[in-house]
Each structure stands twice: as structure tokens, then as C-alpha cells.
């Protein structure tokens, strides 16, 4: 059995739509500023295995829709990395969109690049992330895209 990990609010609804089902879709406590606790994630990721479920899929933002927290995505990616367990970002802001192409070289879509900020570290090591042409590149119709990092080695 598979169970989501979300903090976005949106894969309880994309967990639906793709026929998963949401019950075991689980949010993971925030703390003040709105951001993911790591700690949390890895105390439900080992209740859960416990229970006998597989974790599938974490989801962290950098920088969330209502508050602009920024979840402490190397230490999600920690967690990760440690359980096997597929780590996705949804970067709201421009910034770390740029960023995320520039450092993950997902499909070359992208040659523009900023100065690596302390907010997004970590996003480099997420296995997908998702971007959004509407936002960045001014498109006049809503589109988006879901990227993969290459392995490059």
C-alpha cells in the first residue's frame, strides 16, 4: 500500500483526480512561519512503515503560497534520501524557479541562472519539480509543467 505526504494543499485534490484516493494522503505539522517540521515527516514516515505502509512521495514549497515559508527542503531531502522516498518540490516564486532550472538541468529548458539563496537550499536535490510558464514567462494561457531531474553521472 502507498501513502502521500503532502504539505502543499493541492495533492490531496491531484491524489483524487488520478484515482489514489486521499485517505491515505497525510499533511505534516507546520510550524509558526508555515514551514514543513522535518521532524514531524520522519516520525510519520516511521509510524506509517510500521503500519505497514510504503511511503511514496513528499511534497515541500519553497516559498508557500499564504505565508512565502520556505520548507527546509535539504533536511526533507535528508529524510528522503534516507527512506527512499520520492521528494518533490512546488517552488511558488519566480527566484527559485530560475534557480531550480539552473542547478538541476532538467531537459535544458532554461538558461537563465541567479546566485544560489540560503532559502532554496536543497531544491537541487529534489527528484521533481514543478514549473509553471504562466508565472515565469508570462504565458497568456495557464500551462504548467512537472520537471524530472536527469541523472547526469
Known amino acids: 500500500m502507498e501513502f502521500l505526504l503532502p504539505s502543499h494543499y493541492s495533492i490531496k485534490s491531484a491524489a483524487a483526480v488520478c484515482g489514489i484516493g486521499t485517505d491515505l494522503c497525510f499533511n505534516i505539522s507546520n510550524d509558526k512561519a508555515g514551514r514543513m517540521i522535518p521532524e514531524e515527516l520522519e516520525q510519520k514516515i516511521i509510524e506509517c512503515k510500521k503500519e505497514g505502509l510504503v511511503p511514496l512521495f513528499v511534497c515541500a514549497t519553497a516559498g508557500t503560497t499564504v505565508y512565502g515559508a520556505m520548507d527546509p527542503i535539504d533536511k526533507i531531502a535528508d529524510i528522503c534520501e534516507r527512506h527512499k522516498i520520492w521528494l518533490h518540490v512546488d517552488p511558488v516564486d519566480f527566484r527559485y524557479r530560475i ?47 512537472c520537471l524530472f531531474k536527469q541523472d547526469v553521472s
Do not use: D, F
Open 99 to 145: 534557480l531550480m532550472l539552473s542547478s538541476c538541468r532538467p531537459l535544458g529548458v532554461v538558461a537563465y541562472c541567479y546566485r544560489r539563496n540560503i532559502a532554496t537550499t536543497g531544491i537541487e536535490r529534489a527528484n521533481s519539480v514543478t514549473w509553471n510558464p504562466h508565472k515565469l514567462m508570462g504565458a497568456l494561457l495557464q500551462c504548467s509543467a
